[in-house]
T-cell receptor, first 116, second 113 residues
Framework: GAVVSQHPSWVICKSGTSVKIECRSL??????MFWYRQFPKQSLMLMAT?????????EQGVEKDKFLINHASLTLSTLTVTSAHPEDSSFYIC????????????FGPGTRLLVL | AQSVTQLGSHVSVSEGALVLLRCNYS??????LFWYVQYPNQGLQLLLK??????LVKGINGFEAEFKKSETSFHLTKPSAHMSDAAEYFC???????????FGTGTRLTIIP
């Protein structure tokens, strides 16, 4: 149980284009989903917190117009990197918290984004 | 504010030896504490969690951790290292599980054959 998937696992795009990353909770309903980014050999940094049906809460320093988050259902959240630039290249990881285990975040496998 | 300190960014142990990964935390309220493992190019897998129940927590793959309030520590141990334990380990703290996690900087564990 408590499986979280992400799609795609790898994406390469040209500078200036937009990329959408999906995060799905496969066997539970997620009250909250979190988006993190991780640079090589570094820890995870929280970008934003999203609750189903409401606007995401962004961490300080994260541009909400650049990193668009939509949490349309209890099993799906999407992160869109708009007008991507090479400095946006990173490993993006989502996590989800379920109704019945609200103390534990379950993480997706991550999406590696490379912007050329 | 919460914070997590992981002492030792790299730890190497011989196969079959004791694994000890250190984690100290700072929290203004009783914390929830977690250990996650990350294999290369993968997401994080929950090893174990402390949520104010038993102070000695047993997790998957033979790992366990002990919550010591007096020392503000939550060190991760495994009696006998296996080659498959080689990975990056993250300690994390939250005030309540559905609030944001604050991660330590990670410890890379290398197992020497």
């Amino acid at each position: 149980g408590a499986v979280v998937s992400q799609h795609p696992s790898w994406v390469i795009c040209k500078s200036g284009t937009s990329v959408k990353i999906e995060c799905r909770s496969l066997d539970f309903q997620a009250t909250t989903m979190f988006w993190y980014r991780q640079f090589p050999k570094q820890s995870l940094m929280l970008m934003a917190t999203s609750n189903e049906g409401s606007k995401a809460t962004y961490e300080q320093g994260v541009e909400k117009d650049k990193f668009l988050i939509n949490h349309a259902s209890l099993t799906l959240s999407t992160l869109t990197v708009t007008s991507a630039h090479p400095e946006d290249s990173s490993f993006y990881i989502c996590s989800a918290v379920g109704w019945d285990q609200q103390e534990t975040q379950y993480f997706g496998p991550g999406t590696r984004l490379l912007v050329l | 504010a919460q914070s997590v300190t992981q002492l030792g960014s790299h730890v190497s142990v011989s196969e079959g030896a004791l694994v000890l990964l250190r984690c100290n935390y700072s929290s203004s309220v009783p914390p929830y504490l977690f250990w996650y493992v990350q294999y290369p190019n993968q997401g994080l897998q929950l090893l174990l969690k402390y949520t104010s129940a038993a102070t000695l927590v047993k997790g998957i793959n033979g790992f366990e951790a002990e919550f010591k309030k007096s020392e503000t520590s939550f060190h991760l141990t495994k009696p006998s290292a296996h080659m498959s334990d080689a990975a990056e380990y993250f300690c994390a703290v939250s005030d309540f599980g559905n609030e944001k996690l604050t991660f330590g900087t990670g410890t890379r564990l290398t197992i020497i054959p």
